[in-house]
T-cell receptor, first 113, second 115 residues
Framework: GNSVTQMEGPVTLSEEAFLTINCTYTATGYPSLFWYVQYPGEGLQLLLKATKADDKGSNKGFEATYRKETTSFHLEKGSVQVSDSAVYFCARAPAAAGNKLTFGGGTRVLVKP | EAEVAQSPRYKITEKSQAVAFWCDPISGHATLYWYRQILGQGPELLVQFQDESVVDDSQLPKDRFSAERLKGVDSTLKIQPAELGDSAMYLC?????????????FGPGTRLTVT
């Protein structure tokens, strides 16, 4: 079936450090891939997405590249801030529009000043 | 900016009681989703509506859970009777092909605690 696996947290970093969160997905079909962020006490917000191989999604200094050959969609940010402390979820959706998201288990990131 | 509204934000109920959650999607969004997020895990889809019709409820525990979207706008998710294992965050999301090609917008969620 469809699944998403992401690295477990928590990930604790100092401000301005480099962040990487690994995510791999099952290669059934040609899925779209997403990163969502959940700040404390809030719902999920779409951070970035990529809909086909080699696409790079980017937003707020975060980037992720759709790697079909390694079935990966790793999230990176070059210099994190305290405000980036949140839980990050990798997700996939089937290629057909309007279908359900399958989420990874989430990675909690804590950035210390 | 339009948002998905959910109420209540928090609910504490005793085991075997009935509980209901409400969701009002972004205006014009035909697709509505209910997800359950157990603490420390990713959200899992419970039910998906297209207008007033259910298109996917394969993960909905139908012996105790029900969902409706009678007029194709707002939606209610009900649990009766609640069990301890139902403690979780219940998230509602909505989407529309005309809005960034089915990008899902999430509400703030309802945190349910069953005692």
């Amino acid at each position: 079936g469809n699944s998403v696996t992401q690295m477990e947290g928590p990930v604790t970093l100092s401000e301005e450090a480099f962040l990487t969160i690994n995510c791999t997905y099952t290669a059934t079909g040609y899925p779209s891939l997403f990163w969502y962020v959940q700040y404390p006490g809030e719902g999920l917000q779409l951070l970035l997405k990529a809909t086909k191989a080699d696409d790079k999604g980017s937003n707020k200094g975060f980037e992720a590249t759709y790697r079909k050959e390694t079935t990966s969609f790793h999230l990176e940010k070059g210099s994190v801030q305290v405000s980036d402390s949140a839980v990050y979820f990798c997700a996939r959706a089937p290629a057909a529009a309007g279908n359900k998201l399958t989420f990874g288990g989430g990675t909690r990131v804590l950035v210390k000043p | 900016e339009a948002e998905v509204a959910q109420s209540p934000r928090y609910k504490i109920t005793e085991k075997s009681q009935a509980v209901a959650f409400w969701c009002d999607p972004i205006s014009g969004h035909a697709t509505l989703y209910w997800y359950r997020q157990i603490l420390g895990q990713g959200p899992e889809l419970l039910v998906q509506f297209q207008d007033e019709s259910v298109v996917d409820d394969s993960q909905l525990p139908k012996d105790r859970f029900s969902a409706e979207r009678l007029k194709g706008v707002d939606s209610t998710l009900k649990i009766q009777p609640a069990e301890l294992g139902d403690s979780a965050m219940y998230l509602c999301a909505s989407s529309s092909y005309r809005d960034r090609g089915y990008e899902q917008y999430f509400g703030p969620g309802t945190r349910l605690t069953v005692t």
